[in-house]
T-cell receptor, first 114, second 112 residues
């Protein structure tokens, strides 16, 4: 079945460590996105990528990094520079030059800093 | 800067009731508006997508309307069921860009 797979579902990190969240899609979508969700708040955009080997900062990119070496993969690294990384992270994708621009989401990864 | 607001933040209704969730946005220059459902600890599931040229979309017991001029959308749920209990999020995609702005959501609880 087509969809977006995020891993791991749960991740614990010690302060000072970098961690990488995986996002893989088999929908053949050009655009991919990373969002952060905190309790009681809307989703906030961290990074997005429209095509392979290109990506742009979203509203809260500080302390995060991404890469887009393959169309189907868009991993997010949460670095030690991120001051408050405990959150629920959601990956999404959409057809860039498509008809609807509809967003599809993965199941999310919950990161907890110990 | 686009802002999306959802009211109420939480809603509790008895089973069988028809209900309306509200979403408002500040900039009418949107590409589309999308309603999502989110269950606790899960990702977002797309419910309905309304393009800027459309006024409404329907799927089963759900109907979403869009009034760009007033910056409003409503999600109507008919004959609510306990399985409808979830958080419902509204999101707008700005024209000319790839940013989708989300509201904080309405948490719905349907009592059996």
């Amino acid at each position: 079945d087509g969809g977006i797979t995020q891993s791991p579902k749960y991740l614990f990190r010690k302060e000072g460590q970098n961690v990488t969240l995986s996002c893989e899609q088999n929908l053949n979508h050009d655009a991919m996105y990373w969002y952060r969700q905190d309790p009681g708040q809307g989703l906030r955009l961290i990074y997005y990528s429209q095509i392979v080997n290109d990506f742009q900062k979203g509203d809260i990119a500080e302390g995060y990094s991404v890469s887009r070496e393959k169309k189907e993969s868009f991993p997010l690294t949460v670095t030690s520079a991120q001051k408050n990384p405990t959150a629920f992270y959601l990956c999404a994708s959409s057809i860039t030059a498509g008809v609807t621009g509809e967003l599809f989401f993965g199941e999310g990864s919950r990161l907890t800093v110990l | 800067k686009q802002e999306v607001t959802q009211i109420p933040a939480a809603l509790s209704v008895p089973e069988g009731e028809n209900l309306v969730l509200n979403c408002s946005f500040t900039d009418s220059a949107i590409y589309n508006l999308q309603w999502f459902r989110q269950d606790p600890g899960k990702g977002l599931t797309s419910l309905l997508l309304i393009q800027s040229s459309q006024r409404e979309q329907t799927s089963g017991r759900l109907n979403a309307s869009l009034d760009k001029s007033s910056g409003r959308s409503t999600l109507y749920i008919a004959a609510s069921q306990p399985g409808d209990s979830a958080t419902y999020l509204c999101a707008v995609r700005d024209t000319g860009g790839f940013k989708t702005i989300f509201g904080a959501g309405t948490r719905l609880f349907v009592k059996a």
